[in-house]
C-alpha cells in the first residue's frame, strides 16, 4: 500500500476524490451534514481526528463537524438526545443507553485494550514512598479522607477500567472517585494537589513527569498486567449511535464508518509523527513529544480489523456487566451492529 505523507499543512488541503464508493454511502444532491462527538482532547479518538484532517468524511459525502463533549458521559448524552450522529467513547456507553430505553449501536470497535488506564500520582507524594496502589489505599489526606482520585467523567473509560482494577485488588473502597471534565482541568487538579492520583492517557502522564509534578503510580495500560487482570483482547473504545439514527438514514451511517474504516488503515500506514502532524489541531493541550510518546502506544492496541468476536466480547462482561456500572447483561447481539463495518471492509480491502 503507497503510504502518503500528511503533514500539518497539507493536511489542510486534501480535498475530496471524484467518485463515492457504494459502500460509503450515495451521491446526495446536497451534501449531508454530520455531527461527529469525541469525549476530550487526546490520541485515543484519532480516527475521528483522521477521517476529519485526511478528508475521508468528505471523500464519503459528508460536510462533518467534529464537537468535543467535555467527557465521555457528556458525549453519551450528547449522542442519546440526537445532537449528534455518531460518537466514540468506552463500550459501556452505548450498553447504558440500551439499558435505558435509547436502543443503541456499536458500529466497530477502536481498540484491543485500554490506553487510558494509567494512574498517574502527585509527585510529592510519590517521594513520600507511595508507590503502589496498596500504599495508597492505607494513606489519608491531611484532613483523615481517603485519597481522591480524579478520572475525566464518572462513568467514563478511564472510571470503568481503573475502578476494575481497585476492584479486583480489593482496593476499591479505599479512595474517593471525582469527575473533573477536559485535559486542562484534570491536570490542573492534579498539579494544584486539588486530587491525589489522576487516571488518564500516556501523554498526560509524560507531560506531568517532564514538569515535575506527576509520577507513574499503576500502569493498567501495560500488556502483561492487562493479561493478568484481563485475559486478552477486549474491545474498549467503540464509535457507535443510536438505532433511530441508523433508521433514519442507514446510508448516511454507512459513510460514516466507511470514513473511519479508512481513517483507521491510514494510521496503520503512517508513523505517529505523521499521525500527530495530521490531527494537531485536535490534541493540543499537551506538548508534541507527549501526543508523538501516546500515538505510538496507541498503535500497539488499535484494533485495524475493526471488528469484536464473540471471545473478546465475552472477555469484556466482568469489567461491563457489574455493580459499579450498573449495566444489566447484553448479548453481543444486543448491542453491536457488523454490517456497516462489513460493507467498509469489502469496498476498501486492508
Keep these: 500500500m503507497m503510504r502518503t505523507r500528511v503533514t500539518r499543512r497539507s493536511a489542510l ?22 455531527r461527529v462527538i469525541y469525549p476530550v482532547a487526546i490520541p485515543v479518538y484519532q480516527s475521528q481526528f483522521v477521517a476529519d484532517r485526511a478528508g475521508f468524511f468528505r471523500e464519503a459525502g459528508l460536510d462533518c463537524k467534529l464537537i468535543q463533549g467535555g467527557s465521555g458521559v457528556k458525549t453519551r448524552e450528547i449522542i442519546a438526545s440526537s445532537q449528534g450522529d455518531i460518537g466514540i467513547g468506552d463500550i459501556t456507553h452505548p450498553m447504558q443507553l440500551s439499558n435505558h430505553g435509547r436502543s443503541a449501536r456499536v458500529l466497530m470497535p ?60 480489593g482496593l476499591d473502597d479505599k479512595v474517593t472517585w471525582i469527575g473533573t471534565g477536559n485535559v486542562d482541568t484534570m491536570m490542573g487538579t492534579l498539579k494544584t494537589k486539588q486530587v491525589d ?23 493498567g495500560t501495560d500488556e502483561a498486567v492487562w493479561a493478568k487482570y484481563i485475559g486478552g483482547k477486549v474491545p474498549v473504545t467503540s464509535h457507535f449511535t443510536l438505532q433511530s439514527t441508523i433508521d433514519k438514514d442507514p446510508q448516511k451511517m454507512q459513510a ?5 474504516w479508512r481513517a483507521t488503515q491510514w494510521i496503520k500506514e503512517h508513523s505517529p509523527e505523521e499521525i500527530y502532524d495530521a490531527i494537531e489541531p485536535y490534541v493540543g493541550s499537551t506538548s508534541r513529544d507527549a501526543n508523538v510518546f501516546d500515538i505510538g502506544i496507541m498503535k500497539k492496541v488499535t484494533d485495524y480489523e475493526c ?20 449495566i444489566k447483561p447484553l448479548a453481543m447481539a444486543d448491542v453491536v451492529t457488523t454490517s456497516f463495518i462489513e460493507a467498509a471492509r469489502k469496498a476498501y480491502p486492508a
Design 110 to 169: 477502536v481498540d484491543t485494550r485500554s490506553n487510558a488506564a494509567i494512574f498517574i500520582i502527585r509527585k510529592d507524594l510519590f517521594d513520600q514512598g507511595i508507590t503502589t496502589l496498596e500504599a495508597l489505599a492505607k494513606w489519608k489526606r491531611p484532613d483523615g479522607r481517603k485519597p481522591i482520585v480524579a478520572v475525566s467523567s464518572l462513568g467514563g473509560t478511564n472510571h470503568v477500567w481503573a475502578s476494575y482494577y481497585l476492584e479486583t485488588m
Design 256 to 260: 460514516f464508518v466507511t470514513a473511519l
Design 13 to 34: 488541503t486534501i480535498v475530496a476524490g471524484a467518485g463515492v464508493s457504494m459502500a460509503a454511502g450515495r451521491a446526495w444532491a446536497d451534501t449531508p451534514s454530520g
Design 197 to 219: 492520583v489522576l487516571i488518564n492517557s500516556p501523554s498526560i502522564l509524560k507531560d506531568s513527569i517532564e514538569q515535575g509534578w506527576g509520577a507513574l503510580l499503576f500502569d
Design 307 to 326: 471488528v469484536i468476536d464473540a471471545e473478546s466480547f465475552a472477555r469484556g462482561q466482568k469489567v461491563w456487566f457489574r455493580e459499579m456500572t450498573g
